[in-house]
């Protein structure tokens, strides 16, 4: 391969820097003219967001080369098989629904939604066309001991310790991959700011050139906030969830299950993520701080968290939601924090980062006149990126019928909505969500992610007055019947979480 | 279930083992642990595959005597139609137990091959009766065999020969069936195999058991005709 891009630094040592360092080390493995250096400072502590992943981190993990097992044992990971949403339809009794990782039945041959609403009364949409969710909450693996590392019988992707994550994934990148490791602070930035970036100076390695450099420093986005002052387009108008308030909590007992999906419960003005690590669960609270003080986010916080609240320690996490204008520059381009950051729902984070680098990765410049096109695609991709997830994440507080707070009735005022979603919300009443919504080729979130959620949160009642084509009532039926008698069979057959995660600590996963 | 206990000449002095081969005395298995030493005597009769412990997915080779759970076609009314039994079949209901870092012999107390028919264990003095001594020497073998596969299964999925194959049979009847779960050896990439890795197999010995398995699938068409014989006598 013959690239203009010779060499590469990434500035910035968290997840959003090694996954890039990993993902391109790994695809450039054999091409000696590409050298990639990541310098991060030794004094900045890592934020550790994003302890959730989507399933596409087995496929970027698998590409980087890291063994499945290692990951396991190594970052105290588990299994996320999916998102399960707690009391968002209303407070005032308990009420949930699924956003699994596995596809409706069927989604290859036809849509099976509108063949649901005639058993809407019985059975909750994710349960009557996927045998995940039942999984889910019987706290079950999305596999085998015997399934193959990587390979699932219930699609998933994992939970993890952010910090060991990026540990694992620094030492692979380095001692496997060859990537140059720089402990230093960068002090400057070389170049006009209306042209590429010549070099970074460091403290004490002093001036460091390349032809590519990767932002992935975070909040402070020292190259593109920074250097080339690209504009912050903020969100908090939409996504009013500015701060997050995290804790670490043991497990009561150690040989307690491990739930299996995000569980996301639903508070006066938030909500508050659970998420099953195997020796500790992590659980904050993400509101919006000009609904409540810190104090009373704290108390719910505590309330949900019950007993063991006395014994933990709450770490307070600010968050500006929102996106640069332009996240690739010249020859610079922000991935991770650097770029945006949206709250934590539906776990969004690491994924950019994952596509940002392979984007990057596969369309690495081979000729310098295209870094300029390659950048315009980039940035059209992703700005296209942000605003799904954006509209997406919207969707859950809209559809929502909580009444206990302003927050919450704030959420559904037409100006804190973004025309784009007001225009699928006016399609959906009418039409489910379906490949019309979702014109791109690599979307982020399929017409069943909206499905799921629009359904689960039981927005329907002009759909399901619509009439139904019968061309496929039998076939729907069938598939109903085939997902419950699944459900039977994988609770006969799957391990729990945790028996599974011993199960691998003793004998490592297999690789066919 | 089984109680296991640890075989001495005094609790079970008396005991005696029923040797003959039929479902009621559990000898309907679909599958038995194999080891790459008894691949020549058992090819000559099954197919040798690989499949996973259900509970660690170590792999490990076994030989195939049906189709399905509990499926064994080798047993005919009064016999196992064969001319050679599995070790691990043979040695039945002893297994080998481990006392401050010793090999013992153990025996399930539970099996239905237990009682005052078949041969006796020790001698009128406490010593141990041929058939026991034949027991203790398979136990040995087998233990051996046991070690000898981690060894082949670790050299094979590193020059990743491993591959799952599924089976469809259809029989006379036109019914078909499938076989699932089990692993056998990827030719192709056994003949592909750099010089480097064709010299480790030779020195560890694995080339005769891996051509072994492989002649063994030959042996499928024996049980599809044994499970074609069974549909004749229905």
Known sequence: MNTSVKKILIVGGGSAGWLTAGLLAADYRFDKSVQISLVESPNVKHIGVGEGTWPSMRSTLQRIGIDETDFIVKCNASFKQGSWFHNWSSSSQPNHYHHPFTAPVAAAEFDIAPYWFAHSENVEFAHAVSAQPAMIEAGLAPKQITTPAYAFVNNYGYHLDAGKFVHLLQQHAVKQLGVTHILDDVVAVQGEKNQPIRSVETARHGVIEADLFIDCSGFASLLLGQHYATKFIEQRHILFNDTALAAQVDYADPDAEIASATLATAQSNGWIWDIGLQSRRGIGYVYSSSHISDEDAERELRHYIGQQANEVEFRKIPIRPGYREKFWVHNCVGIGMAAGFIEPLEASALVMVELAAKFVSEQLPRDPFHMTITAKRFNQTFHYRWQRIMDFLKLHYVLSERNDSDYWRDNRSRETISDSLAEMLEVWRTHLPSRYDVPMAEELFPAASFQYVLLGLRHMSELKRQPVKQNNQQRAMQHFQQTAVRKQQLKAGLPGNRALLKQIHSHGMQTI | ?234
């Open chain 2, 1 to 234: 279930m089984a109680t296991i206990e640890r075989l001495n000449n005094v609790s079970h002095k008396d005991l005696k083992v029923n040797t003959q081969r039929s479902a009621q005395l559990g000898d309907n298995v679909m599958f038995s642990l194999s080891f790459p030493s008894e691949f020549r005597s058992a090819q000559a009769y099954y197919p040798i595959v690989f499949h996973k412990d259900a509970d660690t997915g170590q792999l490990y080779p076994v030989v195939l005597f049906g189709f399905q759970q509990q499926e064994n076609l080798f047993l005919t009314d009064d016999k196992w139609d064969a001319g050679y039994i599995p070790l691990n079949v043979a040695r039945q209901p002893f297994s080998i137990g481990l006392q401050d870092q010793q090999r013992v012999v153990n025996i399930d107390m539970d099996s239905p091959r237990i009682g005052n028919e078949g041969e006796p264990l020790f001698l009128e003095f406490g010593g141990h009766a041929p058939y026991l001594e034949k027991v203790s020497g398979m136990l040995e073998t087998l233990h051996h065999g046991v070690e000898e596969n981690k060894g082949f299964v670790d050299c094979l999925l590193e020059f990743k020969l491993v591959e799952s194959f599924t089976l469809d049979v259809t029989l006379n009847d036109g019914s078909q069936h499938q076989l699932l779960g089990f692993y056998t050896i990827n030719e192709d990439t056994l003949n592909g195999l750099a010089d480097a890795q064709w010299a480790t197999l030779r020195t560890k010995g694995y080339v005769g058991p891996i051509y072994m398995m492989l002649a063994s699938q030959a042996k499928f068409a024996e049980l599809v005709s044994r499970k074609n014989k069974l549909l004749n006598l229905s």
